[in-house]
Structures are given as structure tokens and as C-alpha cells.
């Protein structure tokens, strides 16, 4: 499985960002995509999960309610949109395919080579 981010960049505190994770060798149907990051200095984290099947959602608590992860089946494409972005939110992001959702990095096989994200004034 291949995956390739796009969408990164430089945003205000309180922007928005929407980065999209192309998927080849696999359908979204069968394979569940992750997104994580990784700031300097800190260890990599999971962020949100896109479940294989349904789509079941998932995010972690520090993004809830600011992120968006969803997917278009056809363009095997996932997308995480991100609303009211931090400081706290500079990172390299990354998306990663697996067989089920789960916060850690070690339950996912693939991943992208990641895009960076800074939030700054």
C-alpha cells in the first residue's frame, strides 16, 4: 500500500487546514487509515481514524470536536479537516493504512511520508 499527503503548509492560530491522503495498492474498504503526527522533540501521536467497512470515526480527545476525518471511496481518498488550529497542533503529519483503527503507530503497516503543519502568527 502506497500513500501520498498533500495540503500542508503555514496557517494563523484559528485557521483551518484540510490535508487529503491518496491510496494506492488497497481500497478504503478494506483498509483503515490513520492520521498521526509528530512534533520536535515528542514522540509520534495518533490523532484520528478512519475505520474500513462503514467508516467508523474515531479521534483523540486533543483534536475532537476541531478535526474532521472523512473519505472518498472513488477517489481512494482520506481527508482530515482541521478548524480552529493551535500552536499545539505544529507538526509533521502523517497518514498510515492498517486493518483496523487503533492510536499506535505500531498497528499500521504503511504510511506516507508526511506533510508539515505550522500553526503560527
Known amino acids: 500500500v502506497q500513500l501520498v499527503e498533500s495540503g500542508g503548509g503555514l496557517v494563523l492560530p484559528g485557521g483551518s487546514l484540510t490535508l487529503s491522503c491518496a491510496v494506492s495498492g488497497s481500497t478504503l474498504d478494506s483498509t483503515a487509515i490513520g492520521w498521526f503526527r509528530?512534533?520536535?522533540?515528542?514522540q509520534r501521536e495518533g490523532v484520528s481514524c478512519i475505520s474500513s467497512g462503514i467508516g467508523i470515526t474515531y479521534y483523540a480527545?486533543?483534536?475532537?470536536?476541531r478535526f474532521t476525518v472523512s473519505r472518498d471511496n472513488a477517489k481512494n481518498t482520506v481527508f482530515l479537516e482541521m478548524n480552529s488550529l493551535e500552536p499545539e497542533d505544529t507538526a509533521v503529519y502523517y497518514c498510515a493504512a492498517g486493518l483496523g483503527c487503533s492510536y499506535y503507530s505500531k498497528d499500521?503497516?504503511?504510511w506516507g511520508q508526511g506533510t508539515q503543519i505550522t500553526v503560527s502568527s
Not at 38 to 42: I, L, R, S, T, V
Open 108 to 110: 499500521f503497516g504503511s
Open 61 to 65: 480527545d486533543s483534536v475532537k470536536g
Open 38 to 42: 509528530q512534533a520536535p522533540g515528542k
